[in-house]
């Protein structure tokens, strides 16, 4: 069979676990597009010469991709160049990971704003690039893992969701499922999960347990025996917390790159394959899903219909600070959520139009960056601003 053509945009660090994993594998011919392209050649450098030292070999190439607005035309010509079958988004203008390296108590404090409100950092490279896709008429399964679980339902509203995301909620099935096992006693191999639960749920669990106000479904098999109900799920989520802590930050990148490999992977196989993404077919939150034959698609658990899935999402997107998502694609954003982005780093906003996303997303930076020179950090660049 002819090998697929999987472009990565954005040659950060998630871009960088994810060839670290597929390449040696030599599955896919791999294009690398960042627009710092001294700093993509040695990157793809860096993943051949490795390969070869394993004693296998992987076709990579860089490429130069810039996601700033106004550059349609000249990203839209690289991707009819290429012409992947697969593209994966790894593109933000602010790292998740930038405010966990403040000091600890303004961490705390600037994370309870939560993730919503960041939204535009990760909407506008992913909305040039969904752009530029259309620009390009591309075939390509399109892959997003900056917040997927808002930015694809913005797109979606305009006729540009990718296909699906990866991370969040997938991060979480694991240790979900090894909770189960430890109860049940059992391998986790023998536990199969279904989760529905939005970014908040999966940030908040591994942190705190149970959240008190919790939007979520868990449904679960035992060796092909429905069990669901069977455990506490308080029990289940404090094992998560406790016994299945696992690292986090930079290093913690490693379970999402397994989660964007467990889709890319599958993509094409004849069979499907159960897994779990945020954000399928520009749909809120995350959600189990059938990898294969091309395409991704719900594989909710039979006592729950689609409408109620996508509803306790939308709850559990409210605790993340977005109150709404319109059908024109305008955001509403929650009071108190931005009310913490506003005593801290005087940014506030009450909705946004997308059509003004790079504007939001401007001042959103510039704020950041005064804030972590108030509190007396040499540069930015220290704090995980990471462009496209």
């Not at 970014?199 to 942190?207: C, D, G, I, L, N």
């Not at 294969?292 to 219909?305: A, F, N, Q």
Request: hydrophobic content about 45%.
């Amino acid at each position: 069979m002819e090998k697929k053509k999987l472009l990565i945009v954005g040659g950060g660090d998630l871009c960088l676990q994810i060839l670290k994993i597929l390449a040696p594998r030599d599955a896919f011919i791999f294009y690398v597009a960042s627009r710092d392209l001294e700093k993509v050649v040695r990157s793809c450098n860096l993943i051949q010469l490795s390969c070869l030292q394993l004693g296998t070999y992987c076709t990579i190439y860089p490429v130069a991709m810039d996601l700033s607005e106004g550059n349609v035309e000249e990203n839209s010509m690289a991707i009819s160049r290429i012409r992947p079958d697969v593209i994966l988004n790894c593109a933000s203008l602010q790292s998740w990971r930038a405010i966990t390296q403040l000091p600890g108590a303004l961490y705390q404090a600037l994370d309870q704003a939560q993730f919503g409100p960041w939204l535009p950092m990760h909407l506008a490279p992913a909305y040039e690039l969904m752009r530029a896709v259309r620009h390009s008429g591309a075939k390509a399964v399109v892959v997003n893992s900056a917040f997927p679980d808002a930015v694809n339902v913005v797109l979606d509203k305009v006729g540009m969701a990718p296909a699906t995301g990866i991370g969040n909620v997938a991060n979480l099935v694991p240790a979900t499922r090894m909770a189960i096992a430890r109860l049940a006693l059992c391998s986790p191999q023998m536990v199969q999960v279904r989760l529905i639960a939005q970014h908040y749920f999966s940030h908040y669990v591994p942190r705190g347990g149970l959240p008190p106000v919790a939007n979520y479904s868990l449904n679960y098999r035992v060796n092909g025996v429905e069990c669901t109900g069977e455990f506490d799920e308080a029990l289940i989520f404090n094992l998560v917390r406790t016994h299945f802590r696992r690292m986090g930050g930079i290093d913690g990148q490693f379970l999402t790159a397994t989660s964007a490999v467990s889709v890319i992977e599958k993509l094409f196989c004849e069979d499907e394959v159960l897994t779990h993404a945020p954000g399928p077919g520009g749909l809120p939150g995350g959600y189990p899903v059938s990898v294969g034959m091309g395409g991704v698609r719900l594989s909710l658990p039979y006592c729950l219909t689609r409408t109620e899935a996508i509803a306790i999402n939308q709850r559990g997107q409210r605790q993340d600070g977005i109150a709404e998502i319109r059908a024109d694609g305008r955001v509403l954003f929650e009071f108190e959520q931005m009310a913490i982005m506003e005593t801290l780093l005087g940014y506030s906003v009450s909705r946004m139009d997308l059509k003004d996303v790079h504007e939001y997303a401007a001042e959103l930076g510039r704020r950041y960056h005064a804030f972590v020179k108030s509190i007396g950090k040499q540069g930015s660049a220290r704090h995980g601003l990471y462009p496209a």
